[in-house]
């Protein structure tokens, strides 16, 4: 039995095809692979009383994924002392199927939501947890959210202070649970395409690609090459505005307003750029099965080029005066450190990642950007500071900038949208990987169908999953006080976590 | 700080002109729905992915609280035509439902809101869930796009100095014990906004074992702003007519 069954992004294979190990073979395969490879997904899926276990990893090297399973029942020997970038995944497990990983050091809810196979109703109260907490006369603790001061959304943040210093600090989130993968469950249906997309607001083109990808793979459709330049414009946009809203709001947190007010409104107006595509600020349901939406003219392709061209100049010249400023560098640099060992064994994905030194990037991993040259292979000698998270959005995005130009200066002719069946049948007893590289990093849907071809599994694993680690460990032995720049910094999603 | 300066003369006054003028909305924008009852087909009802079209004794309804304006059910028929009215924010909950007629701006509870507040409101703006959409473009409000700020609104950080507010999100399970509080910390008499179509009735997450069915389900609304997620110029309008502010009739 070979060890892994590799596949390729976006492709159905029989769920049967996939190596089932047991598990001590399971176990030494993941203690030899996960410290050199992204882990792309860890999860369930129940049969009866047991649990099919699936790891897939990421496999740059023939741009792809490895996949393999074990079998286990209510409980295993925790992974995560070994392999702390799974801790997340394994509390997820107990969580989701009360699977317990014996041995997992800090086993405690993810999402305070009732057990996917309905076996277990129990809710438990959101926010009541076991927390880390230091003992000795000088140390307190700060508690803070779920509702914070800003306009945010929502979690709760333990904090283990002396004076000033953070010594930990515990994230706990959940009150943004929706229930997303349950309700995708029996799937697809009407609802299913708007579910996915609403995942992560501000992800809501990558997620709607990683949806339709999986449908375009059940019906073997190819998308004409004006619907595949148009997807990825809308993709590097939706990085682009999502880039400049946030190094607006780091500025802001260390009080240089003038690059804050300037940033605020340009990243509206590339939200605006998106709206002349799609209707939608977000990209609400631009991405199709089959392709896009609507068309765009050549006259309309022609004035969103010149709105991106003014847009870059504006974007440039405040980001100058942001990283021109000493008092800002000052703040940002030596700030939330996470060094590039740590980010590698906790499974940071992304830009994060890049930041501190990892080259994990889908849209050079898995081969399929059609701009190569537009992608610079990032992170050689990023700190992981502060100042490293924010200048690689500038890195970032210019080549997303240049990206765009090119798209909209030349887009190849032909329809934007290819046809395709009304309702999709999908492949039985089967599985398929579909991944984007979303501005946080890795975004990864995975659907397991059962024998009528409905989903008996969607699985979401957003950037985030992987990241809000790295923000805790970020704020290990830093000034309470850097708090929001640190959290600005990687702007995680709560919602596309909680799901 | 010369740079500064140079860049500030370089960046130029960027306010837009709503309200005093039209929006610019985008060309594919979906605003209040015309609704042709006589055109209307069972598959363009039992497509809608939130139900919020029904058709009863001949006479149609699209209730805009569960819409998500994916323009499904105009893409393959002309049942329903969206326009690009904006001014889709209303002070009750009927009010959200399309029966033909092109919408009237609503202007119901301005007065009341006005001897209370006087033209000012403070707005704590709360996630109960959702896909924090509504809420970035609520915040989209205050850079100097929009600049709330000028008329008297803006978002405060305590729920103390608050006069409104403002919910997105269809109120999560997890998230009930945490708007309670945030309500019961807000003196009396307060007002509650709704925006998007996951807090005025659940949206897309309706009738889930995760959720409630929006923010009416637990707290008392005052005004509805429909949506997914409410453009900023819908969400402007609504909040300005709430207000009674003046500045809410563009010259055409
Ligand atoms: S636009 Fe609104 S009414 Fe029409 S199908 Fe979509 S959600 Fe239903
Ligand atoms: S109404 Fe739509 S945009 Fe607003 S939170 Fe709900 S899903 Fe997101």
New binding site residues.
């Given amino acids: 039995m070979n060890e892994f069954l590799f596949c390729t992004n976006h492709t159905f294979f029989a769920r049967q095809a996939v190596p089932l190990h047991d598990f001590p073979v399971f176990r030494s395969l993941l203690l030899r692979e996960v410290p050199n490879h992204e882990v792309a997904a860890f999860f369930a899926v129940p049969e009866q009383d047991e649990f099919f276990l699936y790891a897939a990893l990421l496999n740059p090297e023939k741009h792809g994924l490895d996949v393999c399973s074990t079998k286990v029942g209510k409980s295993y020997p925790a992974l995560t002392p070994e392999l702390p970038a799974l801790s997340w995944f394994e509390r997820e497990l107990f969580e989701q199927y009360r699977i317990e990983p014996i041995g997992h050091p800090r086993l405690k809810p993810l999402r305070f939501q009732s057990a996917l196979n309905g076996t277990d109703n129990q809710r438990p109260e959101a926010g009541a947890a076991q927390y880390f907490t230091m003992q000795g006369t000088s140390v307190h603790e700060v508690a803070v959210g779920p509702v914070h001061a800003g306009v945010i959304e929502l979690g709760h943040f333990r904090f283990q202070c002396m004076g000033e210093d953070v010594y930990s600090l515990e994230i706990e989130l959940g009150y943004q649970h929706r229930g997303i993968e349950k309700m995708l469950e029996h799937g697809p249906d009407k609802k299913s395409a708007f579910l996915a997309e609403t995942a992560a607001g501000d992800s809501s083109i990558a997620a709607s690609l990683c949806y339709h990808r999986i449908l375009e793979a059940a019906q073997d459709i190819r998308i004409p090459a004006r619907a595949q330049a148009l997807r990825q414009a809308a993709l590097e946009l939706e990085r682009i505005a999502n880039h400049i809203g946030d190094s607006g709001a780091l500025s802001g947190d260390v009080a240089f307003l003038p690059t804050a007010s300037y940033c605020g409104r340009i990243r509206g107006d590339f939200l605006n750029i998106t709206a002349e595509l799609s209707g939608n600020r977000f990209g609400r349901n631009y991405i199709a099965t089959g392709g896009v939406r609507y068309d765009v003219s050549d006259d309309t392709a022609g004035k969103l080029l010149a709105k991106v061209n003014a847009g870059e100049k504006e974007l440039m010249n405040a980001l100058d005066l942001m990283f021109d400023e000493p008092s800002v560098l000052d703040r940002f640099e030596n700030t939330g450190t996470v060094s590039e060992e740590t980010a590698r064994q906790i499974g940071m994905t992304g830009m994060a990642a890049r930041a501190s030194g990892l080259k994990r990037d889908l849209r050079i991993s898995l081969g399929s950007p059609e701009f190569p040259e537009h992608l610079r292979q990032c992170a050689s000698g990023r700190t992981g500071d502060v100042l490293a998270r924010a200048a690689i959005r500038r890195d970032e995005l210019e080549d997303s900038l240049a990206i765009v130009k090119k798209i909209l200066s030349a887009l190849p002719e032909g329809k934007c949208s290819e046809n395709h069946a009304d309702s999709v049948v999908l492949p039985a007893d089967s599985m398929i990987f579909s991944l984007e590289e979303a501005w946080r990093g890795m975004l990864v849907h995975a659907a397991v169908t059962d024998s009528n071809g409905k989903f008996l599994r969607y699985k979401i694993i957003d950037p985030s999953f992987h990241n809000w680690g790295g923000l805790e460990m970020a704020l290990r032995d830093q000034q309470i006080s850097d708090f929001p720049i640190c959290n600005k910094s990687f702007n995680l999603s709560y919602c596309g976590h909680d799901l | 700080m010369f740079k500064i300066l140079r860049a500030r003369l370089f960046q130029g006054y960027r306010t837009g002109k709503f309200p005093y003028a039209k929006p610019n909305l985008p060309a594919h924008f ?1 605003g209040y ?1 015309i609704l042709d009852a006589a055109k209307l087909t069972q598959e ?1 009802i039992e ?7 029904k058709l009863s004794g001949g006479s149609a309804t ?1 209730d805009l609280g ?9 893409e393959h028929s002309d049942a ?1 035509l ?1 326009t690009n009215e904006y001014r889709m924010g209303t002070m009750s909950r009927d009010g959200l439902i399309v029966n033909g007629i092109p919408s009237k701006a609503d202007s119901a509870k301005a007065e009341g809101i006005r001897r209370l507040c006087g033209r000012s409101l403070k707005i704590r703006q709360v996630s109960a869930g959702g896909c924090a959409a509504c809420e970035l473009d609520f915040n989209v409000l205050h850079t100097l796009a929009w600049d709330m700020g000028r008329f008297g609104i803006q978002a405060v950080a305590s729920p103390r100095h608050a006069d409104a507010l403002l919910v997105t999100g269809p109120v999560t399970k997890n998230m009930l014990t945490a708007l309670k509080k945030t309500y019961d910390a807000m003196p009396k008499p307060c007002f509650v906004i709704v925006s998007g179509a996951c807090a005025i009735s659940g949206g897309l997450y309706r009738d889930q074992a995760e959720t409630m069915n929006g923010v009416e389900s637990v707290l008392p609304v005052d005004c509805y702003v429909p949506g997914c997620p409410p453009h900023p110029a819908v969400l402007l309008d609504a909040l300005l007519r709430f207000i009674g502010s003046q500045a809410v009739a563009p010259k055409e």
């Fill in positions: 979906h729905p363009t497509n809608c992915p939130v139900d919020a079209i699209l569960r819409c998500i304006f994916c323009g499904k059910c105009a329903v969206f």
